[in-house]
């Protein structure tokens, strides 16, 4: 993990140029209580898997090709950096100091990784799926994101 000011702001500045901070709400058709889902994440999408090595070996995540059969011929491959939940909103986390366009919607994937967390002030019943008002902050989140 990244503990250095210079890498903090390196991120910071890969984040704010090439990166994108992410909410996705889902359908789940497997389980009528929970049929809405949420997850959260943060990737970087670039042509050079230099970056996309340095990411992967300082902060984990994976890396895949994106797309390689809708990208003409002339261009170079676009590799994407994922990284989800947990490990995201810490490093959210550490490098939020040093962001300067996408501060929000880092502060927003903090936000919804704590009504995530089993400590939440939300009582979650597992018979009856997660509350109401937990789900509206989720879809609020997910919006203004």
Known sequence: MLEKDTELSYLA?????????????ENNPRNHRRSIRYSYGMNVVNTNMILMDWLKSNLKGFVRTKRPNTIPENWKTPFQWSLYATQAAE????????????????????????????????????????????MNKRELLRIEM
């Open 91 to 134: 490093v959210c986390k550490k490098i939020l100091p040093y962001l300067k366009l996408k501060k929000r919607n880092a502060e927003i994937l903090i936000e919804m990784n704590e009504t995530m967390q089993n400590g939440n002030k939300y009582k979650i019943d597992r018979r009856h799926g997660v509350p109401v008002e937990l």
């Open 13 to 25: 500045a890969i984040m704010d140029g090439e990166g994108c901070f992410c909410v996705y709400k």
